[in-house]
């Protein structure tokens, strides 16, 4: 079964201090992951994708396809990281973007 | 300029009404789709047209139907509205063979059903 699974619903770090978001996904195939951040009561924008191994905001994720996972990170957070986010698989041919649980991204001046 | 908007932003209405939301984008996509945020803010797929044929009808009640007019637009009635609709409906847009391009969301429609 194609799955994204996000298993925090919510991370609280203090301002400057580490993030990681965690995401691991379940597919055969060849897998497209994104990243989707929500901040409060506004549209899903894309973070990032993992075939474009770009930094966005600080941001960064490495596909891992031992352990399955698309981790996102960043090395100091900001007060305006706080948001939701979500991670997504695209499992290819299906024409659908299938989301995580989404974890709540708090942080604390 | 927005690219992928969505009409109205609020919606409250009563149990049983019938209600619609409006999609539109202007990215020249073929594919539209639409998302329902519920409560526990899970985000699940619920239908997809590309250039007006529906595509993907995921598990979704009858009373929910799709419409779309052109590629640019793809909109969403729903009959005999339930408590359990209530929820943040999310219109997006692709191309269809660049979906690993990632979606664009419209902002939303907040449906609350009393």
């Known amino acids: 079964a194609q799955r994204v699974t996000q298993p925090e619903k919510l991370l609280s770090v203090f301002k400057g201090a580490p993030v990681e978001l965690k995401c691991n996904y379940s597919y055969s195939g060849s897998p497209e992951l994104f990243w989707y951040v929500q901040y409060s009561r506004q549209r899903l924008q894309l973070l990032l994708r993992h075939i474009s191994r770009e930094s966005i905001k600080g941001f960064t994720a490495d596909l891992n396809k031992g352990e399955t996972s698309f981790h996102l990170k960043k090395p100091f957070a900001q007060e305006e990281d706080s948001a939701m986010y979500y991670c997504?698989?695209?499992?290819?041919?299906?024409?659908?973007?299938?989301f995580g649980q989404g974890t709540t991204l708090q942080v604390k001046p | 300029d927005t690219a992928v908007s969505q009409t109205p932003k609020y919606l409250v209405t009563q149990m049983g009404n019938d209600k619609s939301i409006k999609c539109e984008q202007n990215l020249g996509h073929d594919t539209m789709y639409w998302y329902k945020q519920d409560s526990k803010k899970f985000l699940k797929i619920m239908f997809s047209y590309n250039n007006k044929e529906l595509i993907i009808n995921e598990t979704v009640p009858n009373r929910f139907s799709p419409k779309s007019p052109d590629k640019a637009h793809l909109n969403l009635h729903i009959n005999s509205l339930e408590l359990g609709d209530s929820a943040v409906y999310f219109c997006a847009s692709s191309f269809a063979d660049r979906v690993g391009y990632g979606y664009t969301f419209g902002s939303g429609t907040r449906l609350t059903v009393v």
């Open positions: 997504a698989l695209y499992p290819g041919n299906t024409g659908k973007l299938i």
